[in-house]
Nanobody
Framework: QVQLAESGGGLVQAGGSLRLSCAASGGTLSRYTMAWFRQAPGKEREFVSAIIWSSAYTPYADSVKGRFTISRDNAQNTVSLQMNSLKSEDTAVYYC??????????????????WGQGTQVTVSS
């Protein structure tokens, strides 16, 4: 089963940028739908973005649309999340998730069976 490891979190001022990476091992990433979720203190884990295994479709949550960009590098077996124009409400632990051949329901955390350990993103206002 694929294993995931996130990196790239940190502290940034509002309006700044961060790039998160998710490195996968033990599987061929192109067969997986990959997603980013986030969880702020006291809140439920929420969908941020996904990249669907069988297509170039990359859905985004409305709250990040136009600011965040998800991408996949199959050769490097990594998925990245470029986050621009960060806001204080983006502060959360960000998780990478994977599910083999997932074609629908990609916005639901329960659909994913593999998760990374999470990386903290803190945006100061």
């Amino acid at each position: 089963q694929v294993q995931l490891a996130e990196s790239g979190g940190g502290l940034v001022q509002a309006g700044g940028s961060l790039r998160l990476s998710c490195a996968a091992s033990g599987g061929t990433l192109s067969r997986y739908t990959m997603a980013w979720f986030r969880q702020a203190p006291g809140k439920e884990r929420e969908f941020v973005s996904a990249i669907i295994w069988s297509s170039a479709y990359t859905p985004y949550a409305d709250s990040v649309k136009g600011r965040f960009t998800i991408s996949r590098d199959n050769a490097q077996n990594t998925v990245s999340l470029q986050m621009n124009s960060l806001k204080s409400e983006d502060t959360a632990v960000y998780y990478c998730a994977a599910r083999l051949y997932l074609g629908h329901g990609w916005e639901y955390a329960g659909k994913y069976d593999t998760w990374g350990q999470g990386t903290q993103v803190t945006v100061s206002s």
